[in-house]
């Protein structure tokens, strides 16, 4: 090859795709079905689309701040224990002082008072929720003024006034984590950010002061790419929202995360470890200047091993992401830009809206909140919110473990198939599955109807392969289960249905694994069948159902 020919190939230029050669080509890969088949809703109302050819204008990416601080919290009931976890976690990689006062109260004395001042001049703080008559505020006063600048960090603490010679604390915490819980999704929780902001500012004698005492927080859930670009879009309704007042755009403020506990579950707490990962990157992604790993035992109570796997999780991004390296790390992605652009969109709308309704008081009231928490549980419980290790892939041999005290949190997805789990300790029930035909033929209904069960804690055992619906009826008149589940492919399941029930005792419940057409189902009920295990129907419901047929029935109604 000559000069000349790799001078033409450096000159040559390809053509850009255009976005209904990329449509027809992924149609191709689909067999005909179209792309808007693979588009999913989110609980924003947001559709997510497979294809994405444009990026929105540049938007403002994170302040080059460098990396994130890690900030976790230490155990302890007393402050000399809490303050040899704080120093042991600094020691091991923690580089912040960090307190929920929520879920968590010290004893303190003098010397443990004294000895806390003293580590405030070196490390950080990140208080949160502690309530004004905490004796951890008194530290404030045991500071010596000349050392107070050296103090900084980030306090919730509410009306608490804080003394004079502390211009490194920010006392004006939004804390957004309680509406996380109680169900906003992350266009409302933008939205209620800045509303709170506004109420704030209105009443300080100056925006630029308030804007430097002001920070956030917001709870990263599993939602990916949601929350990354939950976090960067409110960089950019920070820019909008301070340019109403008036104020430069270079006006930073701190942006903290935590990983949310609303996707967290008590069976089988160790998929937490996952969520809680999950979450701390889309966090780490989307900007955070502080961040908080929930230890995945915090439902029922954290401990010194949990502890160290949040503050290692923390260090393992750092270490091997390099995400804090870059000022913007998922910039780049039209995805994510469209998605943190409509974002943006519509929490200011939702930001006025709740402006003309009143505010953050009459948002509060309007019981919005209940029904996304509501939401959630409904789509949980039919199985569109997949809750790894609790309603899909459950452990049945978790439910002794599980324990329903420490932090309820009720308005967790997970927290109806806790209760459930709860009710049914002790559950005494003979369970068998009816197979018919081949392994091949059956496996699928079996396995889909253990796991169906196993997400109560229930198990079955198996019933040899059956050839016809007397063969069934004949067995199970014989071994008299308190419950049993047709499993077979529809086509058999049609042919052997109403033998088995015009033949099996009537003390035995009869439930079809899948669907029938309406005609037959309503034929079936009316022959005495109890009804059908399928997908998409409210699994909470219909196990509360089958438990209730125990010898013992439900073990703690209250639970």
Not at 325 to 346: C, H, M, N, V, W
Not at 385 to 405: C, F, H, K, M
Not at 469 to 478: E, F, I, R, V
Not at 519 to 543: C, P, T, Y
């Amino acid at each position: 090859m000559g000069k000349s020919d790799i001078h033409t190939m450096k000159q040559q230029e390809f053509s850009r795709p255009t976005a209904e050669e990329w449509r027809a080509a992924a149609e191709t890969s689909l067999k005909g079905r179209k792309v808007e088949t693979l588009e999913t809703e989110t609980m924003e109302g947001i559709r997510l689309k497979p294809l994405y050819m444009e990026r929105p204008a540049r938007l403002p990416v994170r302040p080059d701040n460098g990396s994130w601080v890690i900030a976790q919290g230490a155990g302890g009931q007393t402050g000399q224990e809490w303050l040899t976890g704080v120093r042991e976690g600094l020691e091991k990689g923690n580089e912040a002082i960090c307190l929920d006062g929520r879920q968590q109260k010290i004893e303190w004395d003098d010397t443990s008072l004294e000895q806390l001042a003293e580590l405030l001049t070196e490390s950080p703080i990140a208080w949160f929720h502690i309530e004004e008559e905490d004796e951890i505020l008194k530290v404030f006063g045991k500071v010596q003024e000349t050392d107070r600048k050296s103090v900084s960090g980030l306090l919730c603490a509410g009306n608490f006034r804080m003394p004079a010679g502390y211009p490194n604390v920010r006392t004006e915490g939004i804390d957004l984590e309680p509406i996380h819980m109680k169900g906003a999704d992350s266009v409302t929780e933008l939205a209620y950010a800045l509303a709170a902001a506004a109420e704030r500012a209105e009443k300080s004698e100056d925006f630029e002061q308030f804007a430097n005492s002001v920070f956030f927080r917001f709870a990263a859930d599993t939602q990916f790419f949601m929350e990354i670009a939950k976090f960067r879009a409110f960089r950019s309704l920070w820019s909008l929202f301070s340019s109403a007042y008036g104020a430069d755009d270079d006006i930073t403020i701190p942006v903290c995360g935590i990983t949310s506990m609303r996707s967290f579950s008590k069976i089988d707490p160790h998929v937490n470890l996952l969520r809680a990962a999950n979450s701390a990157f889309s966090a780490v992604l989307g900007g955070a200047d502080w961040l908080m790993v929930t230890p995945y035992n915090a439902l029922t109570g954290d401990t010194p091993q949990s502890q160290r796997y949040a503050r290692s999780m923390q260090l393992i991004l750092r270490e091997e992401t390099h995400a804090g390296k870059t000022a913007d790390p998922s910039g780049g992605s039209y995805f994510i830009e469209q998605l943190t652009d409509e974002l943006i969109r519509r929490a200011w709308q939702r930001f006025l809206d709740m402006q003309e309704a009143g505010g953050t008081e009459g948002f509060l009231a309007s019981g919005r909140l209940e029904e996304l928490a509501d939401e959630r549980k409904t789509k949980a419980a039919a199985g569109e919110l997949r809750l790894i290790g609790t309603n899909v892939y459950a452990d049945p041999e978790g439910a002794e473990q599980l324990s329903l005290t420490a932090i309820s949190a009720e308005d967790r997805p997970a927290y109806p198939f806790e209760r459930l789990r709860e009710r049914a300790k002790g559950c005494r029930l003979d369970i068998v599955l009816i197979p018919f035909g081949k392994l091949a033929d059956y496996k699928p209904r079996t396995d889909f109807a253990a796991g169906f069960l196993a997400v109560a804690g229930l198990t079955a055992r198996m019933a040899p392969p059956c050839s016809s619906g007397s063969d069934a009826a004949a067995w199970l008149n014989s071994e008299t289960p308190d419950y049993a589940i047709l499993c077979a492919d529809p086509a058999t399941l049609e042919s052997v249905t109403a033998d088995v029930l015009a033949r099996v005792a009537d003390s035995i419940r009869l439930d079809a694994a899948g669907k029938a057409a309406p005609a037959l189902a309503e034929q079936w009920l009316r022959s005495g069948l109890n009804g059908f295990i399928h997908a998409g129907q409210d699994k909470v419901m219909k196990l509360t159902e089958i438990i209730s047929l125990s010898k013992g029935g439900i073990t703690d109604e209250k639970a």
